[in-house]
């Protein structure tokens, strides 16, 4: 059974770290394109952050360029956000999702119906 499973939200103060992770079950991610998008309330999902199959395909939201760092581990299946300077306006829900293409991007129709449940992030003064 495919399955994404997103952790590692919480609620920091402005200028702290998290970092999420996207755990997957029934197919092998190192063969697929991954993104991370985030939806906070009353607005639509945004793509943050995604990596293709291969070195170099990696893209970012302008938002957090500089700033978020997303990585793969694939002996553990497991793609990650890394999220320092936290910022308000990083306050929603992470979702990550996959699809069995070699390039990635930011897109959330890109990325058919393999999506995870999300992790909540808060990011309080």
């Known amino acids: 059974q495919v399955q994404l499973v997103e952790s590692g939200g919480g609620s920091v103060q402005p200028g702290g770290s998290l970092r999420l992770s996207c755990?997957?079950?029934g197919f092998t991610m190192a063969y697929h394109a991954i993104g991370w998008f985030r939806q906070a309330p009353g607005?639509?999902?945004e793509g943050v952050a995604c990596t293709g199959t291969?070195?170099?395909n990696v893209h970012y939201a302008?938002?957090?360029k500089g700033r978020?760092?997303?990585?793969r581990d694939n002996a553990k299946n497991t793609v990650?956000?890394?999220m320092n300077t936290l910022?308000?306006?990083d306050?929603?829900?992470?979702y990550c999702a996959a699809n069995g293409l070699r390039q990635c991007a930011l897109r959330a129709d890109y990325y058919g119906s393999y999506w995870g449940k999300g992790t909540p992030v808060t990011v309080y003064s």
């Open 62 to 64: 302008d938002s957090v």
């Open 43 to 45: 607005k639509e999902r």
């Open 23 to 25: 755990a997957a079950t």
């Open 80 to 82: 990650y956000l890394q």
């Open 68 to 71: 978020f760092t997303i990585s």
């Open 91 to 94: 306050t929603a829900v992470y």
């Open 87 to 89: 910022k308000p306006e």
């Open 54 to 56: 291969t070195d170099g």
